[in-house]
């Protein structure tokens, strides 16, 4: 390592150092969602029933969060993404819980092999705030996944006024997940 921190240092002379041999099969993953508002629905943000009116429009219950962090699970593993697995035609899938379909994308992934390392969410909206149901988002998601919850992070944020989400039209979230192939003896 060098040593002070120089925040305008030139670039790295070798430039950046390869991957460690073995470590090269983990996986990155992004997922992006919004969901417009609608009056009469209630708004669930991460498993949490945050009020019961003025929540999100969607084929399930809108959780805009989970869908979120679950086409960031399905993209790092390149198993494609919610629409597909889940599409909007299915009946049986109106008003589903978006925290069992993101369970049956973890699952999914643990058949597949894969072990989640973390994953890192932000909520784009100008009301509700997030940080009073943080703690609860982040416990109700990593229980859907079967990880610790030191392995969810999540925060809200607003656009200061601008776009849809400044407008107060809907909410939006995006999700990145790390991926990794789980120890042999995790494997279901
Ligand atoms: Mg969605």
Same mark, same amino acid.
């Given at each position: 390592?060098?040593?002070?921190?120089?925040?305008?240092?030139?670039?790295?002379?070798?430039?950046?150092? !390869?991957?460690?041999?073995?470590?090269?099969?983990?996986?990155?993953? &992004?997922?992006?969602?919004?969901?417009?508002?609608?009056?009469?629905?209630?708004?669930?943000?991460?498993?949490?029933?945050?009020? /019961?009116?003025?929540? &999100?429009?969607?084929?399930?219950? !809108?959780?805009?969060?989970?869908?979120?962090?679950?086409?960031?699970?399905?993209?790092?593993? #390149? &198993?494609?993404? %919610?629409?597909?697995?889940?599409?909007?035609?299915?009946? /049986?899938?109106?008003?589903?819980?978006?925290?069992?379909?993101?369970?049956?994308?973890?699952?999914? &992934?643990? /058949?597949?092999?894969?072990?989640? %390392?973390?994953?890192?969410?932000?909520? %784009?909206? /100008?009301? @509700?705030?997030?940080?009073?149901?943080?703690?609860?988002?982040? !416990?109700?998601?990593?229980? !859907?996944?079967?990880?610790?919850?030191?392995?969810?992070?999540?925060? #809200?944020? $607003? $656009?200061?006024?601008?776009?849809?989400?400044?407008?107060?039209?809907? %909410?939006?979230?995006?999700?990145?997940?790390?991926? #990794?192939?789980?120890?042999?003896?995790?494997? @279901?």
């Amino acid at each position: 390592m060098a040593g002070a921190f120089d925040p305008v240092a030139p670039p790295l002379e070798n430039g950046m150092p !390869a991957v460690k041999e073995g470590d090269t099969s983990l996986r990155v993953g &992004l997922g992006f969602d919004a969901h417009r508002f609608a009056r009469r629905r209630p708004l669930v943000l991460g498993g949490v029933r945050v009020r /019961e009116r003025d929540g &999100l429009l969607g084929h399930s219950d !809108a959780d805009v969060l989970a869908h979120a962090v679950m086409d960031a699970l399905l993209g790092a593993a #390149g &198993l494609g993404d %919610i629409g597909t697995l889940f599409p909007e035609t299915d009946p /049986e899938l109106a008003g589903a819980d978006s925290l069992g379909l993101l369970a049956t994308v973890a699952r999914l &992934l643990a /058949e597949q092999g894969w072990a989640l %390392i973390n994953v890192d969410a932000v909520v %784009i909206c /100008e009301e @509700p705030r997030i940080a009073p149901y943080r703690a609860a988002m982040r !416990a109700r998601l990593a229980a !859907a996944m079967g990880v610790g919850v030191d392995r969810v992070s999540l925060r #809200g944020t $607003t $656009t200061e006024g601008l776009g849809f989400t400044g407008r107060g039209d809907g %909410i939006a979230a995006q999700a990145v997940v790390l991926i #990794g192939p789980a120890a042999t003896e995790e494997r @279901p």
